[in-house]
């Protein structure tokens, strides 16, 4: 659980150095006491459906442009599908469409009085195929007599790796749904493969059947109806996240105005589900919709911070003041929808019409997404003006107990309303992280703080934002990441917490590279980056308390460190190494300590190339393990040696303190 009331520890603080230095041994002093308590385990994750991240990334669904979505930016197409047999594919706009959300539909005419036809879909870029459940339905309009067949084929041979008929109850004057189910005799040799439906010819009346919604899905992580990717998911939950930031980034506001994320058509059965016109350069399903975020929270244990849209797109336009009250009452129906009473409220009523009587907590609701980028300087002076005063006020008046968040924090030029806290998003180079190591030091806690976008794009002494983002994160700076983090954790009590971003991409299609998970249709390419092995470490090994340390020698320029204690009281401390040449000697005594206590040390190190990366075509992982377990000497102090580019926490057991 995110907790508003964390603590600080009173620690020196560490400069950066300009060149590396040979260092000297490190002498620490951790206090039992003098830290304040916290409830806050700092990591969280953030998702948008970036890189298709989501469709055709976590969210399990397989068949790609599964229901002809489309919009003047992206256009409706017949993008994924191709015909079988003698089977001819157009789009049509029937008079009676599948629903109003899903107008357009395929047609599949033939000429021939016999024989198999019908179509494929290739997927996102392939699919995994293996000797477990696939659900699949689809939609079809028109008169047929006999079966349709559905199989998982190779597209590379053709061979079948299983199939099952599927009795025809189509008419001519309606939209019929088909359901199956289909379990593979065989495992497929590679992800080169697609669905497969045809029907008999003959069977067909009037030389064609239209189709729409086909769909197909894998077992799914807990067993979810329309949810998420297993293999995704349990990576995920190697992180030991607290948190989810949700719908994201960009995504919550859109291209356009008219455009922007709509929670209200994210909800209900897929057919009702129009899509939306990504920010990313495709058209989205909305299948990952508000309903399967709050799924995501609840197979996680995560805590949903909510975005709701503030009146602004990324074209630059926003509502004016006169019309400022559609976003603040669009977003309390968000909110409403999400925790109102079923039986007293509108949205409330309507979310337990579709299956959900009972309402989730919300704790935190944030204003918006980077409103002091889109369309600055004047949608953020609009921002500052009216457009966040008003959320605040309405939101306050009708949800005084949920902690807001402003889309900017206090380092972008605004002056955030009391209570309120702030959002800070940094893509760095590594030394310019390991330069905010103090970025907390001394900040109010007043100025409560989300860092809920947080990443290395660029490498040190690069062209930053004019070149290009670098192609994986890479150890050098998942080190500056961790040592960002580890200040920030010494500032618990002024910090929400802080998110990786973006969290995953699709390697076949994707357009922000730096992420800390790759992925494509085999799960065999899952890569955790360098990046997810520092998080999960620090996020792994949460601090209840921070504690006072003190250097008993002159400052070190080259280690980074918090220690406080775990929710079992026990010694931690958490270091990093940058800008060395040679290894670390640290001792780190714990007052209140027994001799020979035993502490387990965990350290990650990464390749002699600082610029190393883990290749999701490789399948290496650059990243070092190691766990070794440390005795305290006679004064409670634990002797270690941290090598250059390091990433460490030590753990100290939980009978060592007297």
């Given at each position: 659980m995110v907790s508003l009331k964390s603590a600080t520890a009173t620690l020196l603080g560490v400069a950066l150095l300009t060149a590396p230095l040979p260092c000297g041994a490190v002498d620490l002093s951790v206090k039992a006491n003098g830290g304040n308590t916290t409830t806050s385990t700092m990591y969280g994750l953030m998702h948008e459906d970036?890189?298709?991240?989501?469709?055709?990334?976590?969210?399990?669904?397989?068949?790609?442009?599964?229901?002809?979505?489309?919009?003047?930016?992206?256009?409706?197409?017949?993008?994924a599908w191709s015909p079988v047999g003698s089977a001819t594919l157009s789009l049509k706009?029937?008079?009676q469409p599948l629903s109003s959300a899903l107008p357009t539909s395929m047609n599949v005419a033939t000429t021939a009085k016999k024989g198999k036809v019908g179509f494929a879909n290739s997927g996102y870029w392939g699919m995994d195929v293996k000797v477990q459940k696939y659900t699949g339905s689809f939609y079809v309009r028109g008169a047929y007599e006999g079966k349709f067949t559905a199989s998982l084929q190779s597209n590379l041979t053709g061979q079948v790796f299983g199939s099952v008929d599927v009795e025809s109850e189509s008419v001519s004057n309606g939209w019929t749904q088909h359901n199956f189910t289909l379990i593979p005799f065989k495992n497929a040799p590679n992800s080169n493969n697609s669905l497969v439906i045809t029907f008999d010819a003959a069977g067909v009346q009037g030389g064609s059947l239209d189709f729409n919604l086909i769909?197909?899905?894998?077992p799914t992580y807990k067993n979810r109806a329309n949810g998420m990717r297993v293999d995704i998911m349990e990576a995920l939950a190697e992180l030991k996240p607290k948190f989810l930031r949700l719908p994201g980034g960009n995504m919550l506001e859109g291209n356009t105005l008219p455009t922007?994320?709509?929670?209200?058509?994210?909800?209900?059965?897929?057919?009702?589900?129009?899509?939306?016109?990504?920010?990313w350069g495709y058209e989205q399903t909305n299948g990952l919709g508000i309903i399967e975020y709050m799924h995501w929270c609840d197979d996680l244990g995560l805590e949903p911070i909510v975005a709701v849209w503030s009146g602004v797109a990324l074209d630059g336009s926003y509502l004016p003041q006169s019309r400022i009250q559609e976003a603040v009452q669009f977003a309390l129906d968000e909110i409403e929808f999400l925790t109102g009473d079923a039986k007293t409220t509108r949205w409330g009523a309507?979310?337990?019409?579709?299956?959900?009587p009972a309402p989730w907590k919300i704790k935190y609701v944030e204003l918006g997404n980077e409103d002091w980028l889109a369309g600055a300087p004047a949608a953020y002076e609009a921002y500052k003006q009216y457009r966040l005063p008003a959320l605040v006020s309405a939101f306050q008046k009708n949800y005084p107990d949920i902690q807001l968040i402003a889309s900017p924090s206090i380092f972008d030029n605004i002056t955030i309303p009391a209570g309120v806290a702030g959002d800070y998003h940094p893509y760095l180079t590594p030394d310019e992280f390991v330069a905010n190591y103090n970025k907390f030091d001394h900040i109010s806690k007043q100025n409560l703080t989300l860092i809920g976008e947080c990443a290395s794009v660029h490498p040190n002494g690069g062209t930053a934002w004019n070149g290009n983002l670098m192609p994986y994160p890479w150890w050098g700076g998942s080190v500056g990441e961790a040592i960002f983090l580890i200040g920030a954790e010494r500032n618990a009590d002024r910090l929400i917490g802080a998110t990786y971003a973006p969290g995953m991409r699709n390697m076949n299609r994707w357009q922000w590279s730096v992420t800390q998970i790759q992925l494509a249709a085999d799960p065999k390419l899952t890569t955790r980056s360098t990046s997810f092995y520092t998080w999960k470490l620090l996020g792994n090994t949460p601090l209840a308390k921070?504690?006072?340390?003190?250097?008993?020698?002159?400052?070190?320029?080259?280690?980074?460190?918090?220690?406080?204690?775990?929710?079992?009281?026990?010694?931690v401390f958490k270091a990093a190494v940058y800008n060395s040449t040679a290894p670390v000697p640290v001792n780190v005594q714990f007052e209140g300590v027994d001799k020979n206590t035993q502490a387990t040390l965990t350290v990650l190190t990464g390749p002699a190339d600082p610029y190393g990366y883990n290749d999701p075509f490789t399948q290496k992982n650059v990243v070092k393990e190691t766990v070794t377990t440390v005795k305290a000497d006679k004064d409670g102090g634990f002797g270690f040696s941290l090598p250059a580019l390091s990433v460490a926490v030590l753990e100290v057991d939980d009978n060592g303190r007297r």
């Open positions: 970036i890189n298709n991240s989501g469709d055709g990334g976590m969210y399990a669904e397989l068949i790609r442009n599964r229901a002809f979505q489309g919009s003047a930016k992206y256009p409706v197409s017949l993008d706009q029937l008079t769909s197909l899905f894998p922007f994320w709509k929670w209200n058509e994210t909800i209900g059965p897929l057919k009702d589900r129009p899509g939306f016109p990504g920010v309507v979310r337990a019409s579709l299956g959900y921070t504690l006072p340390v003190t250097a008993a020698t002159a400052g070190n320029n080259s280690l980074y460190y918090v220690a406080g204690v775990s929710d079992a009281g026990t010694g």
